[in-house]
């Protein structure tokens, strides 16, 4: 039984390697063609995502499976149940890659003012913060894990910035409204990009720790 167990949880961890790896790959991608204008890198981007919708499925069968066959407790238990979570993660860090893409197609011409908002610095942090959760997830380093929660602040600060940015650009320019209206959206998944990345820290510190850290900051906010 001990066997059967082990066999499940490593194809467990199979399967979310893989599909970390395609999320990886599908993020990398868009954020280059952002860079470079170039659309046909965002070519394929929705077929891969539906291969990332069958890992979905996949993982969350093989946890309910675990969870129903060898009923594992303490950090077995953990580990499963950050699996579930991770995986709900990644399969929206795949459907924000299909929404950036679909804003590089719309905004192709714009790429002075997506160098001028800063953008692409906001992008290249997000994705640096996925690529740590993803290094974190597979090494069960906490101390990337830590990296990625401490960079989140740094991309809100960003959204923040950068909306303000194309707010006044469209006030000053009615010929702007249109393409930075698709440029707003393109930070808001940016940032929610983010955000996934950091739970999937948080979903690795609860799993290694037995600590929930989620919304650590809100419900517990530092005493002058």
Do not use: W
Request: hydrophobic share 45%.
């Amino acid at each position: 039984m001990q066997e059967h167990f082990n066999e499940e949880i490593e194809n467990l961890k199979t399967s979310l390697i893989k599909m970390a790896t395609l999320v990886d790959d599908q993020v990398e991608r868009v954020f280059t063609a952002l860079e470079t204008g170039d659309i046909t890198l965002c070519k394929g981007i929705k077929a891969k995502d539906l291969e990332i919708d069958i890992y979905d499925n996949l993982i969350q069968t093989q946890c309910e499976n675990i969870l129903a066959l060898f009923q594992p407790v303490a950090i077995d238990l953990r580990f499963v149940l950050s699996a579930l979570m991770t995986n709900n993660q990644l399969e929206r860090c795949g459907d924000i890659a299909v929404n950036i893409a679909q804003r590089v197609k719309k905004t192709t011409d714009m790429q002075s003012l997506i160098k001028e908002s800063q953008i692409l610095d906001m992008g290249q942090q997000a994705k640096e913060m996925l690529k740590n959760a993803i290094d974190a997830l597979i090494l069960n380093d906490l101390d990337i894990a830590q990296k990625v929660l401490e960079s989140d602040e740094i991309v809100d600060n960003f959204n923040k910035q950068i909306f303000l940015f194309l707010v006044e650009r469209m006030k000053t320019d009615i010929a702007l409204i249109e393409p930075c209206s698709h440029l707003i959206v393109l930070i808001r998944n940016i940032e929610r990009l983010a955000d996934h990345a950091t739970n999937i820290a948080e979903n690795l510190v609860f799993y290694l720790e037995a600590k929930n850290i989620k919304h650590q900051i809100k419900l517990n906010p530092p005493t002058e």
